[in-house]
């Protein structure tokens, strides 16, 4: 009798089982369908990046459009229906950009392609007009020391003369083998020369401009060519009084072959920049509350800042908008997920991942708690790449949570498991570093490289909008599966291999603290 009551009971759990195990694919499937159809039929992604980077545009750390930019995405938040908040974590050196105009004046009139550099000072008003040299080719740094002087009133051009504009693609599709290999042979040879001019000096690229700075150098000039037409990458300057500008190649090369045949050019340069003295500096946070595990944690990472040179349109504008619509979505059809859903928008990630590095050093509760973090930081390409990041058994959950993508989005996706744990890059690493699981979806190229990671033609144009809702589709749907799996993920790690180079182990990468004080010290 007992036999029979065990053998019912068994079969009756097994029936719930089933039934409950197909409840729930189905409310899966529901859902996934939604957040499909949600993300196709009525993306918000076009609206959304006009406003972001038309109207607003670029986000350096420490400007005023950082922080505009993220009491716009408050406002948007709010109007959806979700909790954010701006969350200081450090202070900044202030500056904002204002108009700024490069022109050659003698020996002939010509308006130059160019850009003031981030943090440089202004020319207070006026037009600093000078002759532009060429950084000469000492013996040495003593006899560096003795020129110095010669840069006090002259534009110095501390850039190597580019000898194309074209990019190696072009030649390999256009020149014949050996032309080809000559111009590269040649450039090879003028890059190592111009190595051992900076070298000679006894400064480096970083301090060069300091010391021209010292003696009263009218403004520095510089090139730094990103191998494609018409394509620079836009930095930081570190002059603390003279402008610093940044000239396209085209230009550059101009002013640099006339200054070298003698002609002395002069260039006229206003810069009508802002130094803001100190700001804080800040991450925005988003978030959906959890319902069965509020204290567990679903993170959508991307890092709100950019550099200025264009408006940062593919770094990091289109993961910004990947993880605003996934979560817009995930309001709309999954209002309520057993784990709370948070978006970090990290602020100075281009100086060296320090929003989402202090948020880890501020925030351990919420640290040990994360079942895992997705990072999206790679240009406007769909995603086709994830790995474990050194995570043991990534491999188990990852994969289950991806067999809910589309075949559509997934067939394109190649996973690398256990991986190895990153060490920078983005914001995944601030949380690897500590143990978390996080993963970066990384994306297609589309010469993300060259045409628009740090340039000044990183824009809206260059956005391609099927992949970025690929995206947006992928991170929504991972982000319910990892919220609604009734298992916490393992943050076990990997046996990591030995380093072919040093013959010792590799070792899992440290965690390393914001710097919270960026040009202030």
Same mark, same amino acid.
């Given at each position: ?276 003295g100190v700001v804080p500096t800040f991450n925005t946070i988003a978030e959906l509350k959890g319902t069965e595990k ?61 929003? =989402? @590095?202090?948020?880890? %050093?501020?925030?351990?509760? $919420?640290?040990? !708690? +994360?079942?895992?973090? *997705?990072?999206?930081?790679? &240009? ?18 990852? =994969? @289950?949570?991806?067999? %809910?993508?589309?075949?559509? $989005?997934?067939? !394109? +996706?190649?996973?690398? *498991?256990?991986?190895?744990? &990153? ?18 979806? =990384? ?35 991972l982000a319910y599966m990892a919220s609604e799996d009734p298992a916490t993920t393992s943050r076990d790690k990997s ?24 040009g202030l010290d």
């Amino acid at each position: 009798m007992k036999k029979y009551i065990f053998c019912h009971f068994t079969v009756a759990a097994l029936s719930v089982i089933f039934i409950s195990q197909g409840i729930a694919q189905n409310s899966d499937s529901v859902i996934i369908q939604n957040i499909i159809n949600e993300a196709t039929n009525n993306s918000q992604l076009k609206p959304l990046a006009h406003e972001l980077l038309d109207d607003i545009g670029p986000r350096l750390v420490g400007t005023p459009q950082m922080k505009q930019a993220a009491d716009w995405a408050i406002a948007k938040y709010k109007d959806w229906g979700i909790d954010a908040k701006i969350e200081n974590w450090g202070e900044w050196k202030g500056w904002e950009r204002g108009i700024s105009h490069i022109d050659m004046v003698y020996p002939r009139v010509k308006s130059l392609e160019g850009t003031q550099l981030a943090w440089s000072p202004s020319t207070k008003g006026k037009n600093a007009t000078a002759e532009v040299i060429i950084l000469p080719d000492v013996q040495d740094s003593v006899a560096f020391r003795q020129w110095l002087p010669n840069a006090k009133g002259k534009f110095v051009l501390v850039s190597m003369n580019q000898p194309t504009g074209r990019s190696d693609d072009n030649w390999k599709e256009y020149a014949t083998p050996a032309s080809f290999e000559r111009m590269k042979a040649e450039r090879d040879v003028q890059i190592a020369a111009w190595a051992e001019r900076i070298k000679k000096t006894g400064y480096t690229t970083r301090t060069l401009p300091r010391a021209l700075d010292s003696v009263g150098a009218a403004g520095v000039v510089s090139c730094t060519w990103s191998k494609g037409f018409g394509v620079d990458k836009i930095f930081g300057a570190y002059t603390k009084r003279c402008p610093s500008v940044d000239i396209a190649l085209e230009d550059y090369d101009l002013l640099y072959r006339m200054a070298e045949a003698g002609d002395k050019p002069r260039i006229s340069v206003y810069a009508d920049s802002k130094d803001l003295g100190v700001v804080p500096t800040f991450n925005t946070i988003a978030e959906l509350k959890g319902t069965e595990k509020p204290d567990e944690y679903v993170i959508l990472s991307a890092h709100f800042d950019s550099w200025d040179g264009a408006t940062g349109a593919t770094d990091n504008g289109t993961g910004t908008l990947t993880m605003m619509e996934a979560l817009r979505i995930l309001k709309k059809i999954y209002p309520h997920p057993k784990r709370t859903i948070l978006v970090g928008h990290w602020g100075s990630e281009e100086q060296g991942l320090n929003g =989402s @590095r202090a948020f880890v %050093e501020d925030h351990p509760e $919420i640290v040990q !708690n +994360i079942q895992a973090v *997705f990072n999206q930081d790679n &240009g406007t390409g769909r995603v086709t790449s994830i790995s474990g990041q050194g995570f043991l058994n990534a491999y188990e959950y990852v =994969s @289950r949570w991806l067999t %809910e993508v589309p075949d559509s $989005i997934r067939n !394109n +996706i190649t996973t690398t *498991f256990p991986g190895m744990p &990153g060490g920078g890059g983005s914001d995944f690493a601030s949380f690897v570093a500590v143990g978390a699981p996080a993963f970066s979806l =990384s994306s297609l190229s589309w010469d993300y490289g060259v045409y628009t990671w740090h340039t000044n033609r990183d824009t809206y144009d260059k956005i391609i909008w099927d992949d970025l809702r690929n995206n947006v589709i992928l991170t929504a749907i991972l982000a319910y599966m990892a919220s609604e799996d009734p298992a916490t993920t393992s943050r076990d790690k990997s046996i990591l291999p030995i380093d072919i180079k040093t013959g010792e182990r590799n070792k899992w990468p440290e965690q390393r603290k914001a710097n919270r004080r960026g040009g202030l010290d």
